[in-house]
């Protein structure tokens, strides 16, 4: 099993960014990716980013392709979102999920496809 803990959710203003980091630990020798995904009240939990296991292939939702980057540090265990250009609709709570698997990471952006989850950072952007 992985356990996952995010961090570096705050408060900002409107064009301002912030770098989300989710550290894993347990079962981490294995092959496994890395997802981000955000719920803001009133809404269902959508897709943000993914990155492959070693890193090599991202993954977007249109909404913030070209100002989030995901990435990840293998050595350290450690995925991170960083945001730029930030938008008050992009107020949510962010999580990171992981999930094991082999050959091709399909189905990306299904939040199903996550067995592991971390517990939440709050992203509040101002207008």
Do not use: H
């Amino acid at each position: 099993q992985v356990q996952l803990v995010e961090s570096g959710g705050g408060l900002v203003q409107a064009g301002g960014s912030l770098r989300l980091s989710c550290a894993a630990s347990g079962r981490t020798s294995s092959s496994y990716a890395i997802a981000w995904f955000r719920q803001a009240p009133g809404k269902e939990r959508e897709f943000v980013a993914a990155i492959n296991w070693n890193g090599g292939v991202t993954y977007y939702a249109d909404s913030v392709r070209g100002r989030f980057t995901v990435s990840r540090d293998n050595a350290k265990n450690t995925g991170f979102l960083q945001m730029n250009r930030l938008k008050p609709e992009d107020t949510a709570v962010y999580y990171c999920a992981a999930r094991y698997y082999s050959g091709r990471y399909s189905n990306v952006g299904s939040s199903n496809e996550y067995d592991y989850w971390g517990q939440g950072t709050q992203v509040t952007v101002s207008s």
